[in-house]
């Protein structure tokens, strides 16, 4: 089965955000965070 | 006063960058009624004379957040206005998501590092999110780039002054010493103040590429919601001893949801100082609530009755140099070049993720980029009906509040915040339509 157009403009867009450097920082950011909340609790 | 009409309108580079210093101002009145607002949320919760864990108490607060966070949009702009921002720019729904997580697990690391090193250390230590902010809007949004050395000097200065005085007044005001855990109280507050600082990359990110901050937090608060409730279920042990929790603590419970909702005031003030001035600014503005935060404590609730003359000094002390440095960041708008460079950044995130251009340019100015209706539909009624039930439910199971409170202090206070709620709301709505 073939992409309608909005599929492919959803998968075009999440693609852009996986490849935005930027959301990597925030993520990263929380993977700490969660590290963090782990060893304090 | 430019009312927001089309966009088109500010076609002329001059009247564009008249709206844009109109707008910077605004920011800064939007970023100093966030600091009352956010400030006055804790003292709804500390009529709750329960003996509840902390976790359950931030729980029940993000539990008022997400019905304030859902009906203020419905009420104000609609949930036909914040779909059509969705299916403008839909990826900023996984921001959204995503910065609310980060608020989440930073609110829950201070409770930990109140308990391990006390309010006196860990909170000057999560105020470092201002610095962290500055970083990332230097970083990714071109802040603070192609300004003179005097605006960029009083940022960040002004922030660093800003965080010395947290440091004063909250070892004068700090009422709980340390447990004994030192480095790992520490490293749980710098670590909420990373967070912090961090999760103002979404709100940028949106804002820039021109979505509402009321649809923006629409989104932000359902991963709030989801890793706090996750976080206390864990504390708890399962959802059935949640569930018993909340319903041994029901007495409490409107005075928590209502410390939630005025958080949600506070903190529509904080997204739109951090559209219009940038997180730079924004941040240090928005950190003022440490300030109203102690005016509530030392006049309405008697905290520092019978302190000694030195306490007294240094909260007095830190007091000013914390309006001081809120002052000089005030002082220190971004001026012509500045606000080309963050419509530079704009047009960069724009392209990134394929948004249409007019609609970043229009919202960048507080604008529509075309007409909207903003019909309430019954959907948005019963949003609004559902939040004020839950809230007159619980009040109607409320305990009464057993703590000492000083009636007129209280009204002064109150007074002041709605002042404050009234002329920047006015202004808001007159400016940009909440746009």
């Known amino acids: ?41 | 006063m430019i009312a927001p009409a089309a966009a088109p309108a500010l076609a002329s580079p001059s009247a564009s960058r008249r709206r844009g210093d109109q707008l910077q101002r605004l920011g800064i009145c939007s970023g100093l009624a966030a600091g009352a607002w956010l400030g006055a949320a804790e003292a709804p919760t500390k009529l709750a004379v329960a003996q509840l864990s902390p976790i359950l108490v931030s729980f029940c607060m993000v539990l008022g957040v997400f019905l304030g966070r859902w009906s203020a949009p419905a009420l104000v702009q609609g949930t036909g206005y914040v779909r059509a921002d969705v299916r403008r720019a839909p990826h900023l729904v996984m921001w959204a998501v995503l910065g609310g997580c980060l608020w989440a697990v930073a609110n829950t690391l201070t409770v930990f590092a109140i308990r391990d090193v006390g309010l006196s250390i860990a909170f000057p230590l999560w105020n470092t999110n201002s610095v962290v902010g500055i970083l990332w809007g230097v970083l990714f949004f071109n802040e603070l780039r192609a300004s003179d050395w005097r605006r960029r000097t009083a940022v960040v200065g002004g922030a660093l002054l800003m965080c010395v005085a947290a440091t004063i007044v909250a070892m004068a005001s700090a009422t709980q010493a340390p447990a004994g855990h030192a480095a790992r109280g520490v490293i749980a507050a710098l670590a909420a103040g990373l967070l912090w600082g961090t999760m103002y990359i979404p709100y940028r990110k949106a804002y820039i590429t021109g979505m509402s901050p009321l649809s923006f937090l629409t989104f932000f608060t359902i991963g709030e919601l989801a890793t706090m409730g996750a976080l206390a279920m864990s504390d708890a042990g399962s959802v059935p001893a949640l569930w018993r929790a909340l319903a041994g603590a029901h007495g409490a419970l409107l005075w928590l949801l209502l410390g939630g909702f005025v958080w949600v005031v506070g903190d529509i003030f904080q997204q739109y100082a951090a559209k219009y001035v940038g997180i730079s600014r924004g941040i240090p503005l928005s950190n003022t609530n440490q300030l109203w935060g102690l005016l509530w404590g030392v006049l309405v609730f008697g905290e520092l009755r019978g302190a000694g003359v030195a306490t007294i000094v240094r909260v007095v002390g830190g007091s000013v140099l914390m309006v001081l440095g809120a002052g000089v960041i005030a002082l220190a708008a971004a001026d012509a070049g500045e606000q080309e460079q963050w419509r530079i950044a704009a047009a960069r995130e724009g392209a990134r993720y394929g948004v249409d251009a007019d609609y970043t340019r229009a919202r960048a100015l507080g604008m529509e980029p075309t007409a909207t209706g903003g019909a309430r539909t019954w959907v948005d009624w019963s949003v609004v009906a559902a939040a004020t039930a839950v809230f007159l439910t619980l009040a109607a199971v409320a305990s009464r509040p057993r703590v000492p409170v000083d009636p007129v202090w209280a009204t002064l206070l109150t007074a002041a915040m709605l002042v404050l709620l009234a002329a920047c709301g006015r202004w808001l709505w007159r400016a940009t339509r909440f746009a």
């Open chain 1, 1 to 41: 089965m073939g992409l309608t157009a909005p599929d492919a403009t959803v998968r075009r867009r999440l693609a852009a955000v996986i490849r935005d450097p930027q959301f990597w920082v925030p993520v990263a950011a929380l993977a700490a965070g969660l590290l963090v909340l782990r060893w304090v609790r």
